[in-house]
C-alpha cells in the first residue's frame, strides 16, 4: 500500500486546508487511516485517526476544528483544518494500518505535506 499526501501550503492564522491522501489500492486489509504531524525539534503527534467502524479520535489541540473523512471508495482520506493556529505549522502525514495475514497490523506512511501558519 502506497500513500501520498497532498493539500499542505501556506495559509493566515484563521484560514483553512484540505489535506488529501491517495492510496495506492482499495484493500479490505485497512484497519485504520490517520494524520499525523511533527512540528520542528518535536515529536510526531497523532491529529486525527478514522476506523473502518467509523469511529474517530483526534488529537486534543485540534478537536473542533479538525475533521478526518474518506470518500466512498476509501482510497481518498482528507483532513479538514479549519481555524488555524501558528502552532499546527507543522510536517503532515497521512498513515494507514494494514491486517497482514500471519503478521498484524503494519504501518505504512505517506511523504509529508507541509503546512505553514503564519500569525
Known amino acids: 500500500v502506497q500513500l501520498q499526501a497532498s493539500g499542505g501550503g501556506l495559509v493566515q492564522a484563521g484560514g483553512s486546508l484540505r489535506l488529501s491522501c491517495a492510496l495506492s489500492?482499495?484493500?479490505?486489509?485497512?484497519?485504520?487511516g490517520g494524520w499525523y504531524r511533527q512540528a520542528l525539534g518535536k515529536e510526531r503527534e497523532l491529529v486525527a485517526e478514522?476506523?473502518?467502524?467509523?469511529?474517530?479520535e483526534y488529537g486534543g489541540s485540534v478537536k473542533g476544528r479538525f475533521a478526518i473523512s474518506r470518500n466512498n471508495n476509501q482510497k481518498v482520506m482528507y483532513l479538514q483544518m479549519n481555524n488555524l493556529k501558528p502552532e499546527d505549522t507543522a510536517v503532515y502525514y497521512c498513515?494507514?494500518?494494514?491486517?497482514?495475514?500471519?503478521?498484524?497490523?503494519?504501518?505504512?506512511w505517506g511523504q509529508g505535506t507541509l503546512v505553514t501558519v503564519s500569525s
Open positions: 478514522l476506523k473502518t467502524d467509523g469511529y474517530t
Open positions: 498513515n494507514a494500518v494494514v491486517a497482514a495475514p500471519g503478521i498484524g497490523l503494519l504501518d505504512y
Open positions: 489500492e482499495r484493500t479490505s486489509r485497512i484497519n485504520a
